[in-house]
């Protein structure tokens, strides 16, 4: 008699525990916003203020580190906030709502610079009185970029970790957070085939200056207001139709327990599985993104010989494929959910991309054919692909698997800590895994700007030598294959399993805290 009621109330559980496919759309839209937050810096920003601006790459840089390390440290804050938030709309989705029309005012002003600040003699003087020997205008620029950025990240986080929280927390089945996290990486990649065009935008011939001459500073412009309006569809959506579940176990009441920002902070960290998977993340994205901008230098330098025209479209055609790939990725991944362990599904999308960073060293290369996909357009505009997408295409899988299995053992850990503490904290954990990978971001976009400058690489020259490309090449393939091969041997290590998961679940359930309640709120 007991079996049969422990049985009916897993099953119902269970079935309490799927997520209506509404909601998964709903849920994963706000990852859109993420995804472009991160990836815009380094893939249209840097290459505009450096390339077309001809700022500094290591004063780029600084000037995108530290923005990068104070958002990382804010997400904890943020985290503990929502933690402990009570409030008849929820702790979650007010912050969202705040975050997220701040964001989209904040990020149009990346683009959107003032013109001319490398002229002026006023501004040459200041600097020589102040004894700066830099040229004036790469340190207003890189200024610019900097408390824009500061200003933007801080809005992001406001959205961003209230809004990871509740993706981990509606459903507490082991392969239907799988799913949840694979919409929200579907949307990373969805928003990935803008990401891919975004600088391609701004070189468009269609943006002139008054004398006719083609204007990127103009087409930059036009990016940042299309990300504006982006960005208000992708963060209100899941603010207004994402309902927060609610467990026994979470801060609803002013006469439930708190927890004090330092000691959650210290129980986050001393989770092994916890810092076994923000390891491999950290290893395998970072080993990645460090690397992954010089992409489009090596396709405009090394394949096209500074023809920036043609290779920013190569390079859109190869960000599309990437997306199609990861879009691949994600699907493979949600089907196999309930069959296939999460860590052999990681471990199978690492190593596509360990082989991806390897075809690099001899894909890009300016001797293999290029493809007029679309034939010749009106307007004389040609659509070219070259054989370098497939080897770009292929890092990708491994990032999709990062983010989907991550986010869905992370949801698990919640479960192992709830057994410990009694509480609920997906926040803390979701703003501390943000905040290890910001931190890392930070660190990768820091190098970008030095491994340009220590190749010899220059702006201002048209071309660039054989030997600094030959060492992009080099740093490019090193950095990608030794990240995912690290990544993967950390993967391996992680303590969750299914099995170790259904006991925790029934531990819970004999505890009386897993039974939810779906809130209206």
Known sequence: MNQNSSESSESSERAESRVSLGTKIAAGTGEAAINIGINLPKNFAFPIYNIVLGVSPTLLGIALFIPRLWDALIDPVMGNISDNTRSRWGRRRPYMLIGGLLSACCIGLLCIFPRHLKQGYWIETVW??????????????????????????????????????????????????????????????????????????????????????????????????????????????????????????????????????????????????????????????????????????????????????????????????????????????????????????????????????????????????????????????????????????????????????????????CDLDELKTGLRREGMYWAVFNWIQKSAISIALLFSGIVLDLSGFEASRPTQSPEVIDRLRLTYMAMVCGGVGLAAFLVAMIPITRSRMDKVQHQLRECGTLRSVRSDS
Not at 276 to 281: H, K, P, Q, S
Not at 290 to 314: A, E, P
Request: net charge neutral.
């Open 128 to 413: 020589s009185i102040l004894g700066i020997s830099a040229p004036a205008g790469d340190w207003l620029y890189a200024g610019w970029l900097m408390l824009m950025s500061v200003l933007f990240y801080t809005a992001l986080t406001v959205f961003a970790v209230p809004y990871g929280a509740l993706t981990m927390e509606l459903t507490r089945d082991y392969a239907e957070r799988t799913r949840v996290m694979s919409f929200r990486t579907l949307f990373t990649y969805l928003s990935g085939f803008l990401m891919a065009w975004l600088y391609a935008i701004a070189e468009w011939d269609i943006f002139r200056d008054d004398s006719g001459q083609k204007d990127v500073i103009k087409g930059s412009q036009a990016v940042g207001v299309l990300l504006v309006g982006f960005f208000l569809v992708v963060t209100l959506i899941p603010s207004f139709l994402v309902r927060e579940p609610t467990f026994r176990g979470l801060v609803t009441n002013k006469s439930e327990p708190t927890t004090r920002f330092w000691s959650g902070l210290r129980q986050t960290l001393s989770e092994p599985a916890f810092l076994l998977i923000v390891g491999a993340y950290t290893v395998g994205f970072l080993g990645v993104i460090m690397v992954i901008g010089l992409g489009l230098y090596l396709t405009i330098y090394r394949v096209y010989n500074g023809d920036r025209g043609t290779g920013s479209v190569v390079q859109g055609w190869s960000q599309t494929l990437a997306v199609v790939m990861g879009i691949v990725t994600v699907v493979v991944m949600n089907r196999l959910s309930g069959r296939v362990e999460k860590k052999a599904l990681l471990v199978g999308a690492l190593g596509c991309s360990f082989v991806g960073g390897l075809l690099s060293w001899v894909l890009y290369c300016p001797d293999l054919p290029t493809w007029n996909l679309l034939g010749w357009m009106p307007g004389d505009f040609r659509w070219p692909f070259h054989p370098l997408a497939f080897s770009h295409a292929l890092i990708w899988p491994g990032l999709a698997g990062l983010l989907v299995m991550s986010n869905s053992m992370i949801a698990d850990v």
